[in-house]
């Protein structure tokens, strides 16, 4: 077993023999949305962390924290076959590209493993022994998950390497994700009020804004509706953080880097180019966020034809002075005054900015949704 860890430091040069976009969100996503898929090489552990440790600052910033070291309980395989009932199908919450993910069973206080149905419920997230892509996105949640502490972030509490054995241990989070509540896979969800709507875009960005605004940079690099998880209060929490990266450093204003995430969520220049800027993730939230005003997702071939992007047939409509409200989802009429929503359609045509530059900061973007959020619906 193993206990040291380091950031993402080998990735190759873009091309088009290794992109890896995956097509969208039921690709690497699972049923409840704890894991997502992802291809890496394999990188030096000690030279990797240095490089993360001496980078990220230690304290506090917009309500979060970073520690100086990842805080984590670490979990022996046969602690964690006994938690899960020996990883039994009737205990799985979703399957994805990293692997399977399931329902286990701690102690409240000590974290320790304890008989299933009792304790505190985790997710336990378990590499595919078949799969040659899991290595470094686990090794990147450890790094990153490890030691960033924020209300809007989900927490990992373990971890197990033995042998070709490799687990990752999280909170649970009762209401699933996003994706799940906002495109309903499950009829028997009701659909979500634009209240509910606002308050997750709000904390999502927050999440986003503590990442960004941390010493040195940190860009998620997968930001979607499927990597969004919800307590039991509605309250969001960014998920999965195989693919996150710290930021341009040097005076540099990216970084250069293979392709990976989820065509449709990806930022125009980062899949043209590799070329991978802070402000890739705003263009992400601007996907999401147009999905969660829309009811929509960001890409379905089931649509009319010029529809299937979101983007592509939303854009024009966004800047339109009355076209805009027909891409409002028709189950949160009547909720929300037309100025919020106004104001909501313009934030995220700004986020969906061609050019990063003109983007806004996610601190920003943050301010404008607390904004929104107090406007009153008209009687």
Not at 16 to 24: E, K, L
């Given at each position: 077993m193993g206990n040291c860890f380091g950031s993402k430091t080998g990735e190759s040069n873009?091309?088009?023999?290794?992109?890896?976009?995956?097509?969208?969100p039921s690709t690497t996503g699972t049923s409840n949305n704890y894991s997502n898929g992802g291809g890496y090489s394999v990188t030096s552990s000690s030279a990797g962390q240095s490089r993360f440790s001496a980078a990220?600052?230690?304290g506090t910033c917009c309500d979060g924290e970073i520690l100086p070291t990842p805080n984590l309980k670490i979990y022996?395989?046969?602690?964690l076959k006994s938690s899960t009932k020996n990883f039994k199908s009737d205990s799985v919450l979703g399957v994805g590209g990293f692997g399977t993910v399931f329902k286990g069973w701690v102690d409240e206080k000590t974290l320790l493993p304890c008989k299933f149905g009792t304790g505190m419920i985790v997710a336990i997230k378990k590499l595919n022994s078949q799969s040659t892509q899991g290595f470094e996105e686990w090794q990147s949640e450890v790094n990153f998950l490890g030691r960033l502490s924020h209300p809007n972030l989900v927490k990992l509490l373990g971890y197990c390497w033995e042998d070709k054995e490799l687990l990752l241990v999280y909170e649970f989070l009762q209401k699933g994700s996003l994706e799940n509540h906002l495109f309903r896979r499950n009829r028997a969800i009701d659909p979500l009020s634009w209240d509910t709507?606002?308050?997750i875009a709000i904390g999502a960005a927050r999440g986003l804004a503590f990442l960004h605004t941390s010493e040195k940079e940190i860009i998620y690099r997968d930001f979607k509706a499927s990597n969004i998880l919800l307590d039991e209060n509605y309250n969001p929490k960014i998920s999965d953080f195989g693919l996150a990266k710290l930021g341009p450093s040097g005076g540099n204003s990216h970084v250069t880097t293979r392709i990976m995430g989820t065509y449709g969520y990806a930022a125009p220049e980062y899949v043209a180019t590799g070329h991978l800027y802070v402000k890739s993730d705003v263009y992400g939230f601007g996907v999401v966020l147009l999905e969660m005003l829309s009811?929509?997702?960001?890409?379905?071939?089931?649509?009319?034809?010029g529809q299937h992007n979101l983007i592509d047939w939303a854009r024009p409509l966004l800047s339109h002075r009355r076209k805009w409200k027909t891409i409002m989802d028709a189950q949160i009429e009547g909720q929300y005054s037309s100025k919020a929503a106004l104001q909501a359609a313009n934030l995220s045509l700004r986020c969906l900015e061609h050019d990063p530059r003109k983007r806004p900061?996610?601190?920003e973007v943050v301010e404008v949704l607390e904004q929104i959020e107090a406007m009153k619906k008209k009687p």
């Open positions: 873009p091309g088009t023999s290794n992109r890896s976009i995956t097509t969208g990220v600052s230690e022996s395989f046969a602690d709507r606002l308050k009811g929509l997702r960001a890409l379905d071939t089931r649509r009319p034809s900061s996610m601190k």
